[in-house]
């Protein structure tokens, strides 16, 4: 049986059916611009009637008789007025057809220079966007940019400020190696000596590089609003942080805004209780805890252990709530074996209040601060000597410290990180980089590389904080300097010297005072009159404290045992 052929309509209607389709384009698109007027006056009326309304319910209530009846007498004028009612038409349709236009305007390509920058850009990423198994490489060498650039912005020299990239889906863009190459090269391309902030949408297959601002460097000390628990550690920018502080910056104080800051908590809850902050040297590691002691003294007591050397802190010695400021491997080995001793008790007293079903005692609950400024020196020096490393006391406070309310806070130098000791790289789960450093040693220090290019060249107290697992923020420290030093501006010493407890004279150097004055000679016979001191500082419970003695007193503390702790106070620590 002979096969009967097909249709001539089945045979070759692809041709056809695509200039039937070419011929309903053609026809639609002559109807569009012959209708144009009238869909652009329809547009226009259609806005035009969404304002009304929109001001019609903007208006209020008791008003509205009086707006109806000014509307009245406009259209009762124009009704009586010669050639009224025409004019108001073509005005009507003036609007309409203003109201109407498209207004998205086709934008300005770029100019030549600008066009052969984002081509050179291209150009550098088709190594990392192509490979030869692809049949249609959305990146080839000679290649059009603008399907991979949909959005470009510059600045007045030239340079991209914002660019947004399309990548193909093959491109391995959840290993961060692969994306800190693609990082790297598109900052050295775009122009060093600025922070990019790249976002990527790996599932639209997007990268959004965006040129951050400077973070403001003009904010000095001042009294922050926050809860109690809760640190300032600096200032960010306002991509993953909703929260803003109310501050006063600027040369004179004058000018205020609102500016997204790096909390820190602390406390019972805390996830992550104590915090490591590195940097190199003249970074804003000793800035960083100048600001964090003023912010603990306003509801806890506070120990420092200078390990510099450099008198950074001698403005804080004799405030109230300073126990101790420490510069020598004598009096910083005491200070830490109290510490040490006290988060025990602490935990002892709150474990029997609990099983008393009590609240804890007051002096348990009030928070303590242990900063450390390069303790590194201490063990070199311990070592030397043959002494116990101070570090090795940090174990109870780290270990059990979150609930007793004693955090830790440690600043080093890179150059030696490498002797801080097991416990305090294990428990700083809060990290602050400050200053210069590289993608390595931020990755090695932060647990995870920021989404921001480092630059060489930054201000004191410029760098990065990553809080337990949360992201990466660019952190800016505010200025805190040492009042002391001939450097400090009058107004960020002023500053300073405002935030600061007032100073107290230890009660067992008050009669040593008394006996000389009465020793002078010619002196007056007076009354025998007390002056007892009242401050708020709270005293160990154990004698030896560093609250409670003399400059010149040698006093030694009970071992403290490294790996262990009491049972009353293991049951005290909470999960």
């Not at 203003?98 to 150009?123: F, I, K, M």
């Not at 008050?510 to 009159?529: K, N």
């Amino acid at each position: 049986m002979a096969r009967r052929p097909l249709p001539r309509i089945l045979s070759n209607g692809s041709g056809q059916l695509a200039r039937s389709r070419e011929l309903a384009k053609a026809a639609a698109d002559s109807a569009t611009d012959v209708l144009h007027p009238l869909i652009t006056i329809t547009r226009g009326l259609r806005r035009l009637a969404s304002a009304g309304r929109r001001r019609w319910a903007d208006t209020p209530k008791d008003w509205r008789g009086a707006l109806l009846f000014l509307a009245a007498s406009v259209v009762l004028v124009v009704a009586l007025a010669p050639y009224g009612p025409l004019l108001a038409v073509v005005g009507l349709m003036a609007a309409a057809a203003w109201q109407g236009r498209d207004r998205a305007t086709a934008a300005n390509g770029p100019d030549p220079s600008q066009a052969q920058r984002l081509r050179s850009l291209y150009e550098a990423l088709v190594p990392y966007f192509s490979t030869a198994k692809d049949p249609q490489p959305l990146y080839a060498h000679g290649g059009d940019w603008g399907k991979v650039f949909s959005e470009y912005e510059f600045d007045g020299n030239g340079r991209i400020t914002h660019l947004v990239i399309a990548y193909p889906a093959y491109f391995t863009d959840g290993e961060p190696e692969s994306r800190a190459r693609i990082e790297h090269l598109l900052g050295a391309k775009s122009g060093r000596g600025r922070e990019y902030h790249f976002g990527w949408d790996q599932e639209g297959n997007q990268l959004t590089v965006r040129v951050l601002a400077p973070l403001p460097t003009d904010i000095a000390a001042q009294p922050f609003v926050t809860a109690p628990g809760e640190t300032v550690l600096g200032f960010t920018d306002p991509i993953r942080v909703q929260r803003t502080l109310p501050l006063t910056h600027g040369v004179f104080g004058d000018e205020q805004r609102d500016v997204p800051p790096v909390v820190w908590r602390t406390g019972i809850r805390s996830t992550e209780p104590h915090l490591l902050a590195v940097g190199q040297p003249g970074s804003g590691t000793s800035t960083l805890l100048r600001s964090i002691a003023l912010q603990a003294l306003h509801h806890g007591d506070v120990v420092i252990v200078d390990g510099g050397g450099t008198g950074e802190y001698a403005c804080l010695t004799g405030r109230d709530g300073v126990l101790a400021v420490e510069c020598g491997p004598a009096g910083a080995l005491t200070s830490l074996e109290w510490a040490a001793q006290e988060t025990e008790r602490r935990l002892i007293a709150a474990n029997r209040a609990h099983q008393a079903g009590d609240p804890p005692p007051e002096d348990t609950r009030r928070p303590l601060w242990l900063l450390l400024d390069r303790p590194s020196a201490f063990t070199h020096l311990a070592d030397g000597d043959g002494r116990k490393d101070p570090q090795s006391l940090l174990q109870v406070p780290l270990r059990h410290g979150r609930p007793a309310n004693v955090t830790v806070v440690v600043a080093e130098q890179f150059d030696s990180l490498d002797a801080l000791s097991d416990p305090v790289r294990q428990h700083t789960r809060a990290r602050v980089v400050l200053g210069p450093a590289t993608a390595e040693q931020l990755t090695a220090v932060l647990g995870a590389p920021p989404h921001i290019t480092p630059v060489d060249q930054v201000p004191p107290g410029r760098g990065y904080a990553r809080l337990g697992a949360g992201p990466v923020h660019r952190l800016q420290v505010p200025a805190t300097p040492n009042p002391y030093d001939d450097a400090t501006s009058d107004a960020h010493r002023q500053a300073v010297m405002d935030l600061l407890p007032p100073r107290t004279t230890p009660a067992d150097e008050e009669p040593e005072r008394l006996e000389a004055e009465a020793a002078e000679p010619g002196a007056a016979p007076a009354e025998s009159v007390r002056l007892d001191k009242v401050t708020t500082e709270k005293l160990p419970a154990e004698a030896g404290g560093p609250a409670g003695r003399a400059a010149g007193d040698v006093v030694t503390a009970e071992p403290v045992s490294e790996e262990t702790v009491p049972a009353e106070a293991a049951v005290a620590e909470s999960s």
